[in-house]
Every structure is written in C-alpha cells, then in structure tokens.
C-alpha cells in the first residue's frame, strides 16, 4: 500500500459557491472575493486500514431537508453515523482516522483558517457546442482577401494522401464546459465561523451553487503570505 506522508489531519472539507463580492485593501485597492459556504461537514463513516487497506473519512454536506427524500440504505448508512440525512457524500484520504469520531461535525474554522491557501475544485460552468474561436482561442480567418464564409472556422486540419486522418486531440469545435476543475493558491482573505462562510480571494471554478471541494493547498503554505 502506499503510504500518505504528510496527511496527519484532515485537510479537506466539501462546500458551496454562493456568489461574488469585492472588499477593499488597506491601499484601496479592489480585491475580487468569492463568497463559499464551508462545511459543517459530519463524518459518516471510517475507512481503516485494518478493514479497508486505507484510511479515510467520509464526508457528508448540505442536510436534506425532508428525510423522505432519502432511500433506505442511505437512511440506515446515516442512522448507524448517528447524523441527519445529507445530500453530499465525498471521501477524504487521512493518515489517522482514529482521530475523529463517526457523527463527528466539523466546521470550517477547525481546518483553515485566514492567510491560508486553498486549492478548490468544481465543476466548470458548461458552455454547450462551441467553436474553435471560443473554445480553443483560435483567431480565426482572415476578414478579407478572398476569405467566405469560414470567418470563424478552424481552417485546414492537415490531412491529405498521408497520414489520411485525423489525429486524435485535434483541437476541433466540440462540447466546451462541464468538467472537473482545480484552482490552486486562493487565499483565504476571512473566515465567518456563526455563519459557516469563507471568502476567498479570485475566483472558484463552476455556478453559484455548485459543490466544492476546498482542501489546503499542496504547492503553497500559509507562510508563504509575506512573499506576495
């Protein structure tokens, strides 16, 4: 088995982009800020390595607002956590999960907290069928010169006698959007504890609403706030 080094604690919590804000620096400047809600997150279940071959923790988020919306295996599987009934269930790798409980709830303050970086994955807002112009920053055709048309086509894609085809990976139009998503090194500008919100610094990826995953960052440390 591989062995995780350096996940001591849980370092990953689930949550949900609620939309963006500006604040202002000390020097007024304007500081894009988005605003997400961060957990309680209750353990529901513990992978160990005895039973499981690895340690892990399995988050829920966003309680379920009717129970009878919940199917019977899930109403047991949370029943037996001795937690309410969530929409969301995620596993999070630890190197210990005997430090935590089944039922467990954890906030976002136990685990971040404000100067931290945080990588944040999502998913992308989905764009529908689009061109090579928008999906891949083609600059398309020329305006003029004979051009008709193919303003915005992609032009020639480099097939003739040899090779007779065409290469797999071919940036072509096609499905744009929709898919899983990292941002990395946002810091965590302020942390509202009552209120279960973190704002972050830049932008997340996906729609407010959508399901996050902020886990602390794995490029950059919290004592790294100076050198910016």
Same mark, same amino acid.
């Given at each position: 088995?591989?062995?995780?080094?350096?996940?001591?604690?849980?370092?990953?919590?689930?949550?949900?982009?609620l939309?963006?804000?500006q604040m202002?620096?000390?020097?007024?400047?304007?500081?894009?800020?988005?605003?997400?809600?961060?957990?309680?997150?209750?353990?529901?279940?513990?992978?160990?390595?005895?039973?499981?071959?690895?340690?892990?923790?399995q988050?829920?988020?966003?309680?379920?607002?009717?129970?009878?919306r919940?199917?019977?295996?899930?109403?047991g599987?949370?029943?037996?956590?001795?937690?309410?009934?969530?929409?969301?269930?995620?596993?999070?790798?630890?190197?210990?999960?005997?430090?935590?409980?089944?039922?467990?709830?954890?906030r976002?303050?136990?685990?971040?907290?404000? =100067?931290?970086?945080? #990588?944040?994955t999502? *998913?992308? @807002? !989905? $764009?529908?069928f689009? &061109?090579?112009m928008?999906?891949?920053?083609?600059?398309?055709?020329?305006?003029?010169?004979?051009?008709?048309?193919?303003?915005?086509?992609p032009?020639?894609? =480099?097939?003739?006698? #040899?090779?007779?085809? *065409?290469? @797999? !990976? $071919?940036?072509?139009? &096609?499905?744009?959007?929709?898919?899983?998503?990292?941002?990395?090194?946002?810091?965590?500008?302020?942390?509202?504890?009552?209120?279960?919100l973190?704002?972050?610094?830049?932008?997340?990826?996906?729609?407010?609403?959508?399901?996050?995953?902020?886990?602390?960052?794995?490029?950059?440390?919290?004592?790294?706030?100076g050198?910016?």
């Open positions: 088995m591989v062995e995780f080094r350096g996940l001591i604690m849980l370092n990953s919590l689930l949550g949900k982009k939309g963006m804000m202002f620096s000390e020097d007024g400047n304007v500081i894009p800020i988005t605003v997400v809600q961060v957990g309680p997150c209750p353990v529901l279940q513990k992978k160990t390595l005895e039973r499981d071959g690895y340690q892990a923790l988050l829920g988020f966003e309680e379920v607002k009717k129970a009878k919940v199917n019977k295996p899930l109403t599987h949370f029943g037996k956590a001795g937690a309410a009934p969530v929409r969301y269930l995620r596993e999070m790798r630890v190197s210990d999960a005997g430090q935590y409980e089944e039922g467990q709830v954890i976002a303050d136990e685990v971040f907290h404000p =100067g931290d970086f945080v #990588d944040v999502g *998913v992308s @807002k !989905g $764009k529908g689009a &061109g090579v928008k999906r891949h920053g083609f600059s398309g055709m020329p305006g003029s010169h004979g051009t008709h048309e193919t303003f915005r086509g032009g020639s894609i =480099g097939t003739s006698a #040899d090779p007779a085809r *065409v290469f @797999k !990976g $071919k940036k072509l139009p &096609g499905r744009m959007g929709g898919e899983r998503v990292t941002t990395q090194n946002l810091r965590v500008v302020q942390l509202l504890g009552p209120q279960n973190m704002l972050i610094r830049g932008a997340v990826p996906g729609a407010p609403g959508g399901l996050l995953m902020i886990r602390k960052s794995v490029k950059k440390s919290r004592q790294e706030v050198k910016e």
